[in-house]
């Protein structure tokens, strides 16, 4: 019989998204949880995966997590310490494989805001904008968000699109400008994992975290979100994983602390 | 080429080409002259009420903070930022109330660290206002753009977004894909300070680890302040030419300000003091704790040698040495649950 294995959501989700990274591709993260990610694949299942960080730094042997996206962990030991103007042109050039990116609300096509709850002018809350998001999102092949998931995040239409998922659905990126064949691949929650489905481009379910149910993932969602037939069960942390995350990667728990 | 969209942001920073061409022309000396001067001197010279003003480095990485608290000490003006991936220095710049309107790729955070409170609440309250957004891919190639003496830049970011409708950029048709491309108009800003590890009294300009966007952003200035560590013999440039980073002829002033990037991280040197962001960030809440900050690390020390004092001094500087090596384990009280 299995034992028990106790982990937090922010654990969970680190490992679901760290589980969707292939080995041999390239990832552009962002501080935080897809940093862990990307440190957790590399260290199990896809030990040649080069991570990249925006302000410069290309495939460091990361000591500890850093704290900023261009701080001196960034580029610890890396193949290469070069400018933003490098990183962002090579991911317009197509060698960006996968993208983090988080969220304050989401819509059934991947649309993603970071930029202002309310109006622009007279917001009610003001968050930090786009970032480098809404250039991974234009840029990299497949782009995989992790935010929490309930009404206020999962929305029918987000109050600003700072970062381009599908639009307004099939074949819209393309007609605006952006690179053909590239968007949001993965939704990452504490309650599930999402993907879109490949003709509407919607939002669809594919697992629910162990303990969850489709109900509490359509109460948690403002739009429609398609649940198919057949919907499998996350595969819960392993303890070899939990031991990664909590001794090497954060230890101080900056991060993985935090549910 | 068709215009198809236009942004209705503000568009900040912006010259024609010939018209800055002969700004260079009349203001910039090609010649090799000792630029050296103090902190206090070239803010006061070079930093005027309403300019727009970046920062080099990216985040809490070698922004020279040394300058910022400078500004607020001389108590500047009706300052517009970059927000290019700005944490502290937004914060404190609009929290003391120099800045008052921004150009947003990402501000009003600290990262990992969580939101700012003060400048949000500047922002919420209608007190600063957000001219334009970008993204920072495209914040660096408006840099780009200025850098090559060009108008504009195409790229393929923003399309189809809020981002690009409240920024300054076009979408035209490409001539030669027949494909939508988002035109970013140049950036050159009236002022930029940048952080280095060593340059010499002329402004060449040596920089360790990633460069960020300062390859762009240093030609882009109209005026650029170099603050360094370290001020070194001409004869060590001179015999690795090939390290200088930014030459001596884009350079208006040379300051020497060792630690100058703290509560900031230096690569190779010093990393971030995340004691110091956490008290900044628990006084920060309430307008009272933000003018406890100021008076305390700003406006009650002379220059950023007693700051330095006031933030633990030599012991506190050897720790942050330490913590960039991996010899010493991070404090982040701000991570404490």
């Known amino acids: 019989m299995e034992k028990k294995v106790e982990y937090n959501t922010t654990e969970l989700m680190a490992c679901a998204a760290s589980k969707i990274l292939e080995d041999g591709k390239s990832v552009f993260v962002g501080t935080g949880l897809p940093i862990i990610a990307s440190a957790l694949a590399q260290k199990t299942h896809a030990p040649n995966l080069l991570i990249v960080f925006e302000a410069g730094g290309v495939g460091p042997r990361i000591p500890m997590l850093p704290i900023s996206v261009g701080d001196s962990r960034t580029f610890y030991k890396a193949a290469m310490a070069t400018s933003m103007d490098y990183i962002m042109s090579t991911a317009q050039l197509g060698y960006m494989d996968y993208g983090f990116l988080g969220a304050a609300q989401i819509d059934m096509y991947g649309n993603i805001n970071t930029t202002v709850i309310g109006s622009h002018d007279r917001p009610k809350a003001r968050l930090p904008g786009s970032g480098g998001a809404n250039d991974g999102g234009s840029l990299c092949w497949k782009t995989i968000i992790l935010m929490g998931q309930d009404t206020r995040r999962f929305v029918e239409k987000v109050d600003f699109l700072t970062t381009p998922g599908y639009l307004t659905g099939p074949g819209a990126r393309e007609k605006v400008g952006l690179p053909a064949g590239t968007g949001p691949y993965r939704v990452v929650t504490q309650l599930g994992i999402m993907g879109f489905d490949d003709k509407s481009k919607r939002m669809k379910l594919l697992s629910v975290h162990p303990g969850v149910t489709l109900e509490q993932v359509r109460a948690n969602t403002g739009f429609d979100l398609i649940i198919p037939e057949k919907v499998t069960v996350t595969k819960p942390p392993t303890e070899k994983e939990l031991k990664i995350l909590r001794t090497e990667i954060d230890p101080a728990g900056m991060v993985i602390g935090k549910s | ?337």
């Open chain 2, 1 to 337: 080429m068709d215009v198809l969209e236009e942004g209705k942001g503000e568009l900040l920073a912006w010259h024609d080409p010939d018209e800055h061409r002969n700004w260079i022309l009349e203001n910039k000396s090609r010649s090799l002259e000792d630029k050296r001067m103090g902190l206090k001197e070239a803010v006061d010279k070079f930093v005027q009420d309403d300019n727009y003003i970046a920062m080099g480095g990216f985040g809490h990485i070698r922004v020279s903070m040394a300058s910022i608290y400078e500004m607020i000490r001389q108590r500047k003006q009706n300052l517009i930022m970059a927000g290019k991936t700005a944490v502290h220095d937004i914060d404190i710049l609009i929290a003391s109330g120099c800045v008052n309107r921004v150009e947003v790729a990402y501000s009003f955070g600290h990262e990992l660290r969580g939101l700012s409170p003060a400048s949000r609440r500047a922002v919420e309250e209608g007190t600063v206002k957000v001219l334009a957004e970008i993204s920072n891919a495209g914040f660096q190639w408006r840099f780009k753009a200025a850098a090559m003496g060009l108008p504009f830049i195409p790229t393929r970011v923003m399309l189809g977004t809020d981002t690009f409708k409240y920024s300054s950029a076009k979408v035209v048709k490409d001539p030669f894909s027949g494909k939508p491309i988002c035109l970013l108009p140049a950036c050159y800003p009236d002022v930029v300070f940048i952080h280095v590890h060593r340059c010499d009294k002329f402004g060449n300009c040596q920089i360790d680890g990633i460069m960020i966007e300062d390859f762009e952003l240093a030609r882009a200035a109209r005026r650029l302040v170099v603050t360094t560590e370290e001020i070194i013999d001409e004869e060590r440039i001179r015999n690795a030419p090939w390290r200088t980073v930014i030459p001596f002829y884009l350079v208006d002033a040379v300051v020497e300000v060792p630690y100058g990037s703290h509560p900031g991280n230096m690569p190779y040197l010093y990393y971030s003091d995340e004691e110091h962001m956490a008290e900044w960030l628990k006084l920060s809440r309430s307008p009272e704790g933000v003018k406890q900050y100021l008076e305390n690390y700003v406006y009650g020390v002379k220059n950023f040698e007693e700051y330095l004092e006031l933030i633990g001094g030599v012991k506190k500087l050897n720790y942050l040495k330490q913590v960039e090596q991996l010899r010493a384990p991070l404090k982040a009280p701000w991570a404490e649950r």
